[in-house]
T-cell receptor
Framework: AQTVTQSQPEMSVQEAETVTLSCTYD???????LFWYKQPPSRQMILVIR??????QNATENRFSVNFQKAAKSFSLKISDSQLGDAAMYFC??????????????FGKGTKLTVNP | KAGVTQTPRYLIKTRGQQVTLSCSPI?????VSWYQQTPGQGLQFLFE???????NKGNFPGRFSGRQFSNSRSEMNVSTLELGDSALYLC?????????????FGPGTRLLVL
């Protein structure tokens, strides 16, 4: 079974600074997808960024980018120019792409990000 | 396009009762998944539906059940509620039950069992 580990329960960053959230995962599969979801106090899960394992190029979405290291099974999220609205729980998630497999998301425990003004 | 909607948003029940939660996916989405979120266990997969058929089920007791209607709306039911069922129940929809399709989440239903 796949597992996702987020080793930082809490992180803090100063407004306008850069912060990196860590995520590692364990799988024997070669084809999969990785995601970062953001959950603000409203509890609505919002997709931040996704990465296809077959793509070597790291995904970017505006101020958000990932460092995907497939061999190391590492998938970190970098938030540049942090804003107060970035404060939230961030969840790393794995999804198998195996044909006939479950399309469920496997989540890490989350990292609570605080942005200080 | 309207997002995923879940009703009710908040619910208080007592032990032994049953509860039904509803999820309306994004228009055109035919796959619906349910997740339970608790402080202790985090986010756990409950089940997934596509074309009115349950495709996958997580490791939950039989008290947890669900169904999907022909308009892709889904309901989940929890019978004989226990205190440990208190959680945020999240529904997510995607156009197809494919790993390449991104799942979009609703705002959740917060269930409190007393």
């Amino acid at each position: 079974a796949q597992t996702v580990t987020q080793s930082q329960p809490e992180m803090s960053v100063q407004e306008a600074e850069t912060v990196t959230l860590s995520c590692t995962y364990d799988t024997s599969e070669s084809d999969y997808y990785l995601f970062w979801y953001k959950q603000p106090p409203s509890r609505q899960m919002i997709l931040v960024i996704r990465q296809e394992a077959y793509k070597q190029q790291n995904a970017t979405e505006n101020r958000f980018s990932v460092n995907f290291q497939k061999a190391a099974k590492s998938f970190s999220l970098k938030i540049s120019d942090s804003q107060l609205g970035d404060a939230a729980m961030y969840f790393c998630a794995y999804r198998s792409a195996r044909q006939g497999g479950s399309e469920k998301l496997v989540f890490g425990k989350g990292t609570k990000l605080t942005v200080n003004p | 396009k309207a997002g995923v909607t879940q009703t009710p948003r908040y619910l208080i029940k007592t032990r032994g009762q049953q509860v039904t939660l509803s999820c309306s996916p994004i228009s055109g989405h035919r796959s619906v998944s349910w997740y339970q979120q608790t402080p202790g266990q985090g986010l756990q997969f409950l089940f997934e539906y596509f074309s009115e058929t349950q495709r996958n089920k997580g490791n939950f007791p039989g008290r947890f059940s669900g169904r999907q209607f022909s308009n892709s709306r889904s309901e989940m039911n929890v019978s004989t509620l226990e205190l440990g069922d208190s959680a945020l129940y999240l529904c997510a929809s995607s156009s197809l039950p494919s790993a390449s399709e991104t799942q979009y989440f609703g705002p959740g239903t917060r269930l409190l069992v007393l």
